[in-house]
């Protein structure tokens, strides 16, 4: 039985960096025992409420009553300064950032872009991708190979400037500005990277809007137009947030994907011995590296009671969804690595109506390039100890800055 009862306020400012490459920190876990829901420090100095269960967060991000919209008073950031609170107000809100009817709208206007239909006529190509740069790979004569750089970063790159009509020139430009847009590196970098990317968005719309083209803008333009307005503002918003989102997510699971596999051969072997299993591992994979921890945070609008504990009305609510996806009421031995596990009901994605948008064009991705990776060649291994890569712990997406793996 969950208890239901809320944590005192802890000295622990949150997030914590995680001290283990595959779990989460001790910190969380401990929280986590106290109780369900606990009041915590940020790293900003403010306070707010910090959900921690999987059943408590899954109910958080199903109720209306919690907004999303950063701009509202209470909400809890991580960077409380002026400036970061002066951009977030001055700029149309990401469809991240959207509540009730507007959120719905903005969705609805997208959607059809993920249908399983429109997913599956992309697997043929998504696969070629994938084939393409591990036939580079097989090709060099040096040896190891930065399996970020080889596999990981191009695949969903090629694939989300494909679906997007992005210039594929250009993912160093993009690549590198949401890489510092996600790492805890300092204010004005962050900043000029937004700026720089955003602006490079801009253009890219506007082009669109002039030379239409078969893909995912063009589209959208063509279809506010048949309503008589085009919102340039709001297709900025949405490409910036689908060209950002749809790559490092994805790359970031494809490397720490390699790593828990190689590192657990009893469980790589069921999925190459099983192709059938590689979905389930995805979901597993997903589940145990939750890469983007404490990006579901809400503001409440009203009084709301969650799991037994009273919170008011401008209180800021951060799900930590890594907490949620290793706590043992939801699935047992967290810490164990199980590709049968079954763990669909992960709270990676989120849950409730902001739901990962693009989750099944990750998930085909994922299964196509471990499917690929390990038939192709089934003698990869890592090239440094596991304990000795370079995690990400200075980002906001977990993930390791450089694989080398040889074969």
């Given at each position: 039985?969950?208890?239901?009862?809320?944590?005192?306020?802890?000295?622990?400012?949150?997030?914590?960096?995680?001290?283990?490459?595959?779990?989460?920190?001790?910190?969380?876990?401990?929280?986590?025992?106290?109780?369900?829901?606990?009041?915590?420090?940020?790293?900003?100095?403010?306070?707010?409420?910090?959900?921690?269960?999987?059943?408590?967060?899954?109910?958080?991000?199903?109720?209306?009553?919690?907004?999303?919209?950063?701009r509202k008073d209470g909400f809890p950031l991580f960077t409380l300064d002026a400036a970061t609170l002066q951009q977030l107000r001055s700029q149309?809100?990401?469809?991240?950032?959207?509540?009730?009817?507007?959120?719905?709208?903005?969705?609805?206007?997208?959607?059809?872009?993920?249908?399983?239909?429109?997913?599956?006529?992309?697997?043929?190509?998504?696969?070629?991708?994938?084939?393409?740069?591990?036939?580079?790979?097989?090709?060099?004569?040096?040896?190891?190979?930065?399996?970020?750089q080889a596999l990981s970063l191009p695949v969903p790159s090629l694939v989300i400037c494909e679906l997007l009509g992005v210039p594929y020139t250009d993912h160093d430009f993009f690549?590198?500005?949401?890489?510092?847009?996600?790492?805890?590196?300092?204010?004005?970098?962050?900043?000029?990277?937004?700026?720089?990317l955003r602006a490079y968005i801009d253009d890219l719309v506007t082009r669109k809007e002039s030379e239409p083209g078969d893909d995912l803008f063009s589209r959208q333009i063509a279809r506010q137009r048949q309503k008589g307005t085009i919102d340039h503002a709001g297709l900025v918003s949405l490409a910036f947030l689908l060209l950002t989102a749809g790559h490092e997510t994805t790359a970031n699971m494809i490397s720490l994907g390699v790593v828990a596999l190689l590192t657990h051969?009893?469980?790589?072997?069921?999925?190459?011995?099983?192709?059938?299993?590689?979905?389930?591992?995805?979901?597993?994979l997903l589940r145990y590296f939750t890469i983007a921890d404490g990006v579901t945070s809400r503001v409440t609008t009203e009084d709301v009671e969650i799991g037994g504990v009273s919170i008011k009305a401008g209180e800021g609510v951060i799900v930590s969804t890594l907490s949620a996806n290793w706590d043992p009421a939801a699935f047992k031995d967290p810490a164990e690595l199980d590709v049968e596990r079954g763990a669909r009901h992960?709270?990676?994605?989120?849950?409730?109506?902001?739901?990962c948008l693009g989750q099944n064009l990750a998930r085909m991705e994922l299964q196509i390039v471990f499917d690929t990776l390990f038939r192709r060649i089934p003698t990869l291994r890592l090239a440094a100890p596991a304990e000795?890569?370079?995690?990400?712990?200075?980002?906001?997406?977990y993930g390791v800055h450089e694989l080398p793996v040889t074969w």
């Open positions: 039985m969950t208890k239901s009862v809320a944590g005192e306020l802890t000295g622990l400012k949150l997030p914590v960096e995680r001290g283990c490459p595959f779990s989460p920190p001790t910190a969380y876990e401990r929280l986590r025992e106290q109780a369900p829901i606990n009041k915590v420090r940020l790293t900003s100095g403010g306070e707010a409420w910090w959900v921690s269960g999987h059943e408590e967060g899954r109910a958080v991000l199903a109720d209306g009553r919690f907004s999303s919209d950063k149309p809100p990401l469809m991240l950032g959207m509540d009730g009817a507007e959120h719905s709208s903005a969705r609805r206007a997208v959607i059809g872009e993920f249908t399983v239909k429109r997913l599956a006529a992309l697997r043929p190509r998504i696969q070629d991708i994938v084939d393409h740069f591990i036939d580079d790979m097989l090709a060099t004569d040096h040896r190891p190979v930065d399996l970020v690549q590198s500005r949401t890489t510092m847009m996600v790492r805890r590196t300092s204010l004005e970098d962050r900043q000029r990277a937004f700026a720089e051969p009893q469980q790589l072997a069921l999925i190459t011995a099983d192709p059938d299993k590689t979905p389930m591992a995805v979901e597993e992960h709270l990676a994605f989120g849950f409730g109506p902001h739901q000795d890569l370079p995690f990400k712990t200075d980002a906001v997406i």
